[in-house]
């Protein structure tokens, strides 16, 4: 493809035309100090951050924005920093993934609405990452992802502590009465100690792996630990990297193809990737007019191993996978089953991305021989309570309840589930099965991460620490056991889980992909004829809107606006 002339960048438009309005563009590019020869006829990259005091992942992208711009000057671009809504995990209610298609569309709008040639996307936290690729594909000018990296590893009496995981693990061994106020409070000042995302495999490296897989960052780049100088480093070079692709007109739409999705499906899998991959990947690839289904998930998931030894599914964290050689690592090893001829956002395929990469600790990065799980972690379910589909992240799960038949005790969302869990009178024995239902995209709303529901305390204290669960709700990346998750269609849209009623005998077969409930569908259907849909959570702003555009869980979660292939219309000069 021909380089590209100083008056064919997009934002010519603005600065380039002789009339009154790039006028007004140039002499207020000059009121911020900024003079002709530092911009004009160079690519302008927004630098989309979503750095915030709320949000401890990403307390170091303030710096990181400077060291991309950095970059961008060094290559000759001129950089723009454009703040975006911040999905902080730990503190957005009632859950990030409420949000995640604003930020995805106030990406889109920013990148639309100035006069932007390329993006560079700085996110790590859970959603941010879907969400910015989500809007930059739309929009499908160059974009370059910057991962925010993993934190380093939490500490606690000489114990490696990693994010959510040892959260639930040991506040189950609190409430067990195993551990004390002291020991908790311990726990509490080292689990989190530097800045970056979760450095377990959860659903933050999961994501950024997958953007990285996807070929959306530098090679490499998802695995260097947030406090590490390297990370600063990249983030320069990807300021570099940009502004190269803006000339040479390298967009989203030139890289993420079906293969691309394909290989990322097998990276999530190999990584024993989060659950929530399942549907952010589904959004992501709608926006790239690929369509990928739960059953892609699923068929790829009975070829390829779990290679990554990592929590919650293995022993390591991110720190470890990274010194073990990283993504690119795990990906040379993946190499028969990825696409090794299509290209990344270094315009170079990813064969070459990945010549030399080595894996230095067996370990962490299993040889294929010596898998983690031979299969991939993730199975898709169907059958009567599912018929839209439903994922378990089996190899997270305790054996035995890869095969299981109990007696349902069900719960009417997260209030009634806080109320009532405790309540001796239940008939909870070990082998019943907890329902959650009204925490969907729609009857959450925004479908919480509620899917790993508590083991009552009577049950801990006797050493129960897995139960099979059932829910239309996500689960945090950083959880396990056996839990039944994103059930379609949920119960608040009238889904079979709604039908329901404690006591009925359900039945989970990951063999044979099936989650049943010993209902006739005469007994379903007259139950269907009792059922009163819920009244909608928000009738007016944001929510209203959200409710009213929002999809199921197999379909990804996407507005249907959003996920329509219509052109991206371009503003109107003035
Ligand atoms: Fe931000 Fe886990 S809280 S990635």
Redesign the pocket.
């Known amino acids: 493809m021909a380089r590209k002339r100083p008056d064919e960048l997009r934002s010519h438009r603005w600065y380039g035309d002789p009339g009154l309005r790039a006028f007004g563009h140039r002499s207020r590019t000059r009121q911020m100090g900024i003079a002709a020869e530092e911009h004009l006829g160079k690519p302008v990259i927004g630098v989309i951050n979503t750095w915030s005091e709320i949000?401890?992942?990403?307390t170091h992208l303030r710096q990181r924005a400077e060291e991309v711009k950095r970059g961008v000057w060094q290559a000759g671009g001129y950089p723009v920093e454009l703040p975006a809504m911040s999905l902080?995990?730990?503190f957005q209610k009632p859950s990030t993934m409420l949000y995640r298609n604003l930020l995805a569309m106030e990406t889109e709008e920013l990148l639309r609405s100035y006069p932007i040639d390329g993006a560079v996307l700085l996110g790590?936290?859970?959603k941010?990452t879907p969400a910015l690729l989500m809007g930059a594909i739309s929009m499908d000018v160059p974009a370059i992802f910057v991962p925010?990296g993993?934190m380093l590893r939490g500490n606690w009496r000489g114990q490696v502590l990693g994010?959510?995981s040892d959260v639930w693990k040991y506040w189950d061994e609190k409430r067990a009465g195993v551990i004390g106020e002291e020991e908790w409070a311990e726990i509490e000042e080292g689990i989190a100690r530097s800045p970056?995302?979760?450095m377990t495999m959860?659903?933050?490296?999961t994501m950024t792996s997958a953007a990285e897989a996807l070929g959306m960052t530098l090679p490499g780049a998802a695995s260097i630990p947030a406090a590490d100088s390297t990370h600063a480093r990249m983030a320069a070079a990807s300021g570099r990297q940009i502004v190269e692709m803006v000339w040479n007109d390298r967009r989203p739409s030139h890289i993420l193809d079906e293969r691309a999705y394909h290989d990322a499906v097998a990276t999530v899998l190999a990584l024993g990737g989060s659950t929530n991959a399942v549907i952010h990947l589904i959004a992501m690839a709608a926006r790239s007019k690929v369509r990928l289904t739960l059953d892609d998930f699923d068929a790829l998931s009975r070829q390829v191993p779990v290679l990554a030894n990592l929590r919650p599914t293995g022993a390591h964290l991110m720190e470890d996978f990274y010194y073990a050689g990283g993504l690119r690592a795990l990906l040379a090893r993946l190499r028969d089953v990825l696409h090794l001829d299509r290209p990344t956002v270094t315009g170079r395929q990813l064969r070459d991305v990945l010549a030399g990469a080595e894996v230095f600790d067996d370990d962490v990065i299993r040889p294929l021989d010596k898998p983690v799980w031979p299969e991939g972690g993730l199975a898709v379910l169907r059958g009567n309570l599912a018929p839209g589909g439903a994922v378990i992240k089996h190899a997270a799960a305790e054996r035995r309840f890869h095969r299981h038949t109990g007696p349902v005790v069900v719960f009417d969302g997260y209030q009634d589930l806080q109320r009532r869990i405790n309540d001796e009178r239940l008939p909870i024995t070990p082998d019943t099965v907890l329902v959650l239902r009204g925490a969907g995209p729609k009857g959450g709303p925004g479908m919480p991460e509620y899917g790993m529901l508590p083991i009552p305390d009577r049950l801990l204290k006797q050493g129960v620490r897995d139960m099979l669960r059932i829910s239309d709700a996500r689960m945090?990346?950083?959880s396990y056991g056996a839990c039944v998750l994103h059930v379609a269609p949920e119960s608040h849209v009238g889904g079979p889980l709604a039908l329901l009623r404690d006591g009925d005998l359900v039945t989970l077969d990951v063999a044979a992909r099936r989650l049943d409930v010993e209902l006739s569908p005469a007994e379903l259907e007259t139950r269907r004829q009792s059922w009163t849909p819920p009244a909608p959570a928000y009738s007016r702003g944001y929510g209203a809107l959200y409710l009213s555009h929002i999809t199921q869980a197999d379909e990804g979660c996407d507005f249907d606006v959003l996920a329509r292939h219509d052109e991206v219309t371009e503003p109107e000069s003035r």
């Open positions: 949000n401890p992942c990403h902080s995990e730990p790590g936290c859970d941010t925010a993993p994010s959510g970056g995302h979760c959860g659903t933050a490296s945090s990346g950083t």
